[in-house]
């Protein structure tokens, strides 16, 4: 009505251009008056959210229900939340030999095992240009006989006890051990003292060594 209004008034008008602008604008008011708004659109992390708020969903709905292949070697008692097996582990007791050597020892009385070794402060961060890669060889050659038993004989003894005599390299230091019954300590800790102080280092076996550590780098370089 307002517009049908205006349009007669504007046939009246003696100024008609100036009239129907005026209907323009006027028509142009009421039709943004009377749009509907639309929404502003979401912010472009939404979607995003809401995916990730769906999937998560999802894993929950399986944690409700999980694959019974999952629960098969589930055990119908609750964990128990005492910690008194850990605390009863063994305590490292450390003592000092006059002659300045370190002992640590642990003792399960339970166990009929023994596990005993020597560290020694000698890995490849001690190293120099000129003596690099002593400690690996070192390692290599201890086990090749000493003044009282042979290479074979040390296999044999060590077989014997039903024991497993081996060591590492590593950069801080070089470790010898045994892993014998308990009743065995005493002649596994005889069989320790004597190759780090006994052992031969024969000429033979040291170039025959030499051989199988550069093959050792050679796997290392090629994998």
Same mark, same amino acid.
């Given at each position: 009505?307002?517009?049908?209004?205006?349009?007669?008034?504007?046939?009246?008008?003696?100024?008609?251009?100036?009239? =129907?602008?005026? /209907?323009?604008?006027?028509?142009?008011?009421?039709?943004? +008056? %009377?749009?509907?708004? $639309?929404? *502003?659109?979401?912010?472009?992390?939404?979607?995003?959210?809401?995916?990730?708020?769906?999937?998560?969903?999802?894993?929950?709905?399986?944690l409700?229900?999980?694959?019974?292949?999952?629960?098969?070697?589930?055990?119908?008692?609750?964990?128990?939340?005492?910690?008194?097996?850990?605390?009863?582990?063994? =305590?490292?007791? /450390?003592?000092?030999?006059?002659?300045?050597?370190?002992? +640590? %020892?642990?003792?399960? $009385?339970? *166990?009929?095992?023994?596990?005993?070794?020597?560290?020694?402060?000698?890995g490849?961060?001690?190293?120099?240009?000129?003596?690099?890669?002593?400690?690996?060889?070192?390692?290599?050659?201890?086990?090749?006989?000493?003044?009282?038993?042979?290479?074979?004989?040390?296999?044999?003894?060590?077989?014997?006890m039903?024991?497993?005599?081996?060591?590492y390299?590593?950069?801080?230091q070089?470790?010898?051990?045994?892993?014998?019954?308990?009743?065995?300590?005493?002649?596994?800790?005889?069989?320790?003292?004597?190759?780090?102080?006994?052992?031969?280092?024969?000429?033979?076996?040291?170039?025959?060594?030499?051989?199988?550590?550069?093959?050792?780098?050679?796997?290392?370089?090629?994998?």
């Amino acid at each position: 009505m307002a517009i049908r209004h205006l349009l007669t008034a504007a046939r009246r008008s003696r100024n008609p251009a100036r009239a =129907l602008a005026a /209907v323009r604008s006027h028509s142009t008011a009421v039709a943004a +008056a %009377t749009a509907p708004s $639309l929404p *502003s659109p979401p912010p472009p992390t939404a979607m995003i959210y809401d995916r990730l708020a769906e999937s998560v969903k999802q894993k929950l709905k399986q944690l409700e229900s999980p694959d019974p292949r999952f629960l098969q070697h589930n055990s119908p008692h609750p964990t128990l939340s005492s910690h008194t097996e850990i605390l009863s582990a063994p =305590l490292t007791r /450390v003592t000092t030999l006059p002659s300045g050597l370190r002992v +640590a %020892t642990e003792s399960t $009385l339970s *166990s009929r095992t023994a596990t005993v070794g020597v560290f020694i402060d000698a890995g490849s961060r001690f190293e120099t240009e000129e003596t690099n890669g002593t400690a690996h060889f070192l390692e290599h050659m201890i086990f090749k006989g000493t003044e009282r038993r042979s290479a074979r004989e040390l296999e044999e003894e060590i077989e014997n006890m039903g024991g497993h005599l081996n060591a590492y390299t590593s950069r801080e230091q070089t470790t010898y051990y045994a892993k014998v019954m308990d009743k065995n300590v005493p002649q596994a800790l005889d069989i320790l003292s004597d190759i780090l102080q006994n052992s031969k280092f024969e000429e033979s076996r040291i170039n025959r060594e030499r051989d199988v550590i550069l093959r050792e780098m050679e796997e290392v370089l090629r994998h």
